[in-house]
Nanobody, 124 residues
């Protein structure tokens, strides 16, 4: 059974930083893509960043490029999202997602597995 467990959310001031973690278990292949999505109150869930697990290739939404960094620790089977220069508009529930294969799609429906989400609150 695949499980994704996020942690690291919380409260930060605008301009501050937070690091989210997503611990993965039950994934039977090394060829998969892991991503972060977020959903702000009253809005649809949107893509934030993705990483190709085996090769480490990354892609970002325009709104976070240059401020957020996605990375992975293969030994710990954990994906991270380092969020710097946080803005009030970054406030959302952040979800970790995984899908088999190397395609770093931004389409929510393409992901098979999801975590429970972690709240990020940014005060102005």
């Amino acid at each position: 059974q695949v499980m994704l467990v996020e942690s690291g959310g919380g409260l930060a001031q605008a301009g501050g930083s937070l690091r989210l973690s997503c611990a993965a278990s039950g994934l039977t292949s090394s060829v998969y893509t892991m991503s972060w999505f977020r959903q702000a109150l009253g809005k649809e869930r949107e893509f934030v960043a993705a990483i190709n697990w085996s090769g480490g290739l990354t892609t970002y939404a325009d709104s976070v490029r240059g401020r957020f960094t996605i990375s992975r620790d293969i030994a710990k089977r954990t994906v991270y999202l380092q969020m710097n220069s946080l803005k009030p508009e970054d406030m959302a529930v952040y979800y970790c997602a995984a899908r088999p294969g190397i395609l770093m799609t931004r389409t929510e429906a393409a992901y098979n597995y999801w975590g429970q989400g972690t709240q990020v609150t940014v005060s102005s």
